[in-house]
């Protein structure tokens, strides 16, 4: 049996494979290697249930149904140190649907794995498909249990509390549910009911997950309980890109080079702390290149600020780039003035004059779809690829009063033309068909860009 992903050599000597990286940056390009398809398998059910707080002493199996036959030559369960379960005998398949784990789990303690992750697919269908990662956190109750009346309490004053602040605040209200009544009767007795606040948050965390707003999460302490989550490629393979150019690294998460033919390629694959002056020489070694291409598809996004200064080098004058509103109250109508976002061209010093092709896919989001928006603005600059994600809105923190904090998206982010994108992505001007198993050989979405610059500068 290929090895399944299970804990550290030091909590037992486990022969399985190790596959760590489930907290940390991982290394660049990393995630962007492994290929999804769209009938992968799904998991009908996990025991725990995702941020449940359960017994330690009488949970004993870990128990993952999917919705058809797997393959039983592997499993991948991704994970590693303290938060990772103490497993006591090697997972077993119950039929070929049902995986079972069994554990040794301690009191008080939260727990922390992912069915497969980039280091490890080893989760497929019987037919070969690879399920997409699935993260599994869950908690086990304290040895002693606060005062349950107390609690209650608890529980009541925070539901009210996040019940106010999502009609008054959260941007999406309106948006991503459609009858949230329904919503609340649906889970309220699971918040209400919950036996501490660790297991308050949790409860909530599931109610929110139809949002599917990978900006709308609860904190409490160091942990997070996301309401959204996602698997997506981002349509871009960095083996490839040798094909088509010499290429180096500039900085961390930044590439930069030149085709052949003089046409230069910049990869920003971040905008979370990444080097703006960096990314400033490499755009002054490409200035006597005849166009260039600008590669964002492996970007989720970071700080819109950064974004801004790499924008600035393809951009004349003063441009909006973006609009927001921000909501202040409850109703369709509570929300403050469209504010313009605007982006202001560099010196001549500090720009690029040549023809751009901005490369984009649906794994772009937040703050690098406004990044593509300011690209829009440029002197010359045609977006390929795919539409975005669609997913920007500023979320602001509110405590709950029992320790609990949500973050909450405050505004609605527009384009120019105050069309939101939320949940549909920025169109790109150039659409390109582009299947996973496209990628196994070649780009078509590079191929494209550096088609549409050839027919430019060859005018």
């Known amino acids: 049996m ?10 037992r000597q486990q022969r399985w494979r190790y596959a760590s990286g489930m907290r940390r940056l991982l290394p660049l390009f990393a995630s962007c290697v492994v290929i999804f398809a769209q009938d992968a398998p799904k998991i009908v059910s996990m025991t ?3 941020f449940a707080e359960v017994d330690a002493k009488t949970t004993t199996e870990l128990v993952v149904v999917f919705d058809r036959e797997m393959s039983k030559n592997g499993f991948s369960i991704c994970g590693g140190g303290p938060k990772f379960p103490k497993v006591t ?3 077993r398949w119950q039929g070929m649907k049902t995986l079972v784990v069994e554990v040794e789990l301690v009191p008080n303690h939260d727990y922390e794995m992912s069915l497969n992750c980039p280091a490890a697919q080893n989760f497929r269908s019987k037919n070969g498909v690879v399920l997409e990662a699935v993260p599994w956190s869950f908690s086990t109750l304290p040895a002693k249990l606060p005062n349950q009346k107390q609690q209650g309490r608890r529980n009541k004053a925070a539901f009210k509390i996040l019940m106010k602040t999502l009609e008054e605040r959260y941007s999406y209200y309106d948006l991503r549910v459609a009858n949230w009544p329904a919503l609340v009767k649906q889970h309220e007795a699971a918040v209400l009911s919950a036996k501490t606040d660790r297991g308050f948050a949790g409860a909530v965390a599931n109610m929110l997950r139809p949002t599917e707003d990978l900006h709308l999460y609860l904190q409490l302490g160091d942990r997070t309980f996301a309401t959204g989550s996602r698997a997506i490629d981002s349509l871009f393979r960095y083996q490839l890109l040798g094909k088509y150019a010499v290429v180096k690294t500039v900085a961390d998460n930044v590439v930069a080079g030149r085709t052949k033919d003089g046409i230069g390629y910049l990869l920003i694959a971040t905008w ?3 080097e703006t002056e960096r990314i400033a020489g490499a755009l002054t070694e490409l200035a006597d290149t005849k166009a260039l291409v600008v590669d964002v598809r492996a970007n989720a996004g970071g700080d819109e600020l950064l974004a801004r200064e790499v924008a600035q080098w393809f951009v004349d004058g003063t441009k909006v780039y973006a609009k927001h509103r921000v909501r202040t109250k409850a109703g369709e109508k509570g929300f403050g003035p469209v504010i313009k976002r605007t982006i202001k061209g560099n010196d001549a010093s500090r720009s690029y004059d040549g023809p751009v092709a901005l490369l984009t896919s649906r794994y772009v989001m937040s703050s690098n779809e406004a990044f593509v928006l300011m690209m829009k603005q440029g002197r010359d600059c045609v977006v390929v690829g795919q539409p975005t994600f669609g997913s920007s809105g500023n979320p602001q923190e509110f405590d709950l009063g029992n320790g609990v904090t949500i973050r909450v998206p405050c ?5 120019p033309d105050e069309t939101l994108f939320e949940g549909a992505g920025i169109q790109p001007d150039e659409f390109v068909p582009c299947l996973v198993d496209d990628l196994r050989t070649r780009d078509p979405i590079l191929e494209k860009a550096l088609a549409l610059l050839r027919a430019k500068i060859a005018k």
């Open 272 to 274: 979370a702390g990444v």
């Open 2 to 11: 290929a090895g399944g992903v299970v804990g550290r050599d030091d909590y």
């Open 48 to 50: 725990p249930a995702s």
């Open 89 to 91: 005998k090697q997972p």
């Open 411 to 415: 505004w609605q982010a527009m384009q």
